[in-house]
């Protein structure tokens, strides 16, 4: 989905108190929302299936912490003015070395869900008995570094204005973050049982 107006791609973000914001699924979930269109609290109430209250809470926060704005106000037919809502970027991300140790599971979480997503194709196009296995132990390492390389790459975008959408501007990203965590990844120092599938794995790209 390409969108009629163009905003920042990334905003990287270095506020402990932001990226604590930005830790939280039901706030992730506003900000993806808000970025395929504006909208008001009761829309976002009735698509998320919370109460009003909820949502301005949330709502609240973001806009305090400047990562949302206000881009309109259309009065209702009973006189209601509804506020419209949008993200300020595409995407938020984290810098690593910011990030509170409470909220590293979630990011890094969030990643394995990523790095669990490609895996999972390459093995539709792989015959079986061949099949590319990455433990838990190599899948959470490898998170923990492609989330450092999504922030590096990232700041090559915080300039660059787009109307793509989100998904995209996040493949483009999260493309390369996960071909150099790949390549950083110190195969000498590896254990052989990690050594194999990382190694595949590169090759795919």
Not at 118 to 146: C, N, P, Y
Request: hydrophobic share 40%.
């Amino acid at each position: 989905m390409v969108r009629s107006n163009r905003r920042p791609a990334v905003c990287i973000l270095d506020d402990v108190e932001k990226i604590r914001l930005i830790a939280d699924l039901e706030r992730s979930e506003i900000l993806r929302l808000l970025d395929e269109r504006s909208m008001t609290e009761t829309q976002l109430s009735e698509l998320l299936n919370l109460t009003p209250a909820s949502i301005g809470y949330h709502l609240n926060l973001l806009m305090e912490a400047g990562l949302i704005e206000m881009v309109k106000t259309e009065a209702e037919e009973h006189g209601i003015l509804q506020k419209y809502y949008s993200p300020i970027a595409a995407l938020f991300i984290p810098e690593f070395d910011h990030i509170p140790e409470e909220s590293k599971k979630f990011f890094i979480e969030m990643q394995m869900q990523y790095l669990r997503g490609v895996v999972t194709a390459l093995h539709l196009h792989e015959k079986e008995g061949s099949r590319l296995e990455l433990s838990s132990e190599i899948m959470e390492k490898l998170s923990v570094q492609i989330l450092k390389e999504i922030a590096d790459i990232g700041k090559k975008y915080e300039k660059w204005e787009t109307s793509d959408d989100r998904e995209r501007v996040f493949l483009k990203i999260y493309s390369g973050a996960l071909v150099n965590a790949i390549r950083k990844a110190d195969m000498k120092n590896l254990p052989p049982h990690m050594v194999r599938p990382l190694s595949t794995l590169s090759r795919q790209f």
